[in-house]
């Protein structure tokens, strides 16, 4: 039974550039949760999404960053313009129910030069 | 506005002893209270969890004790273990909906031979 998947695992992105993360959630869980990892910080929550459905986004900054979790595929986190602020880990969970325990994928790690 | 606050950045113990991990919060709607185990480069792996409901929960070698009244959660490791060397985050959540854990910024737990 394979966990939760990101990937890519490392990405770099040119100032300007767009990046795209990707989450596969653990078979039969249908809730996705995304949490960013500043250095020497601990995880801040960004967004939950059900299929096809934003529930919470109320840790999303206003502004370049959008998920979004279709009927087939995984979910992905998209960050346009890049800064060098956006560097950091990105890490993806999911859940089989709501208020159920979240397992986590082995995150992405944004590098913005 | 700090929710959640894991006061000791690190923590050394020696093998065979208890390694005691504590995180105080100020939000009375948390309901919901985990402690993961992070790695280097990797994502968080889920310990253990309480319930508002309960005071304690054990799981083998980890027991996690809440005092609501004190907003004072804590993790007991015994013994500890060379391999229980990581990165500890308390987490929690108030559920109602939303579904993103909160998290303190972690204890760099160091068992020392």
């Known amino acids: 039974n394979a966990g939760v998947m990101q990937n890519p695992r490392h990405l770099v992105r040119r100032r300007g550039q767009e990046a795209r993360l990707r989450c596969s959630p653990m078979k039969g869980h249908s809730h996705v949760y995304w949490y960013r990892q500043l250095p020497e910080e601990g995880l801040k929550f960004m967004v939950y999404?059900?299929?096809?459905?934003?529930?919470?986004e109320s840790g999303m900054p206003k502004e370049r960053f959008s998920a979004e979790f279709p009927k087939e595929g995984p979910s992905i986190l998209r960050i346009q313009q890049v800064v060098r602020g956006d560097s950091a880990a990105y890490f993806c969970?999911?859940?089989?129910?709501?208020?159920?325990?979240?397992?986590f994928g082995p995150g992405t790690r944004l590098l913005v030069l | 506005d700090q929710q959640v606050k894991q006061n000791s950045p690190s923590l050394s113990v020696q093998e065979g002893r208890i390694s005691i991990l504590n995180c105080d919060y100020t939000n009375s709607m948390f309901d919901y209270f985990l402690w993961y185990k992070k790695y280097p480069a990797e994502g968080p792996t889920f310990l253990i969890s309480?319930?508002?409901?309960?005071d304690k929960n054990e799981d083998g070698r980890f027991t996690v004790f809440l005092n609501k009244s004190a907003k004072h959660l804590s993790l007991h490791i015994v013994p500890s273990q060379p391999g229980d060397s990581a990165v500890y985050f308390c987490a929690f959540n108030s559920g109602g909906g939303a579904d993103g854990l909160t998290f303190g910024k972690g204890t760099h737990l160091i068992i020392q031979p």
């Open positions: 999404l059900q299929k096809e459905n934003i529930i919470d």
């Open positions: 969970a999911s859940s089989p129910g709501v208020q159920e325990t979240q397992y």
């Open positions: 309480i319930s508002s409901i309960k």
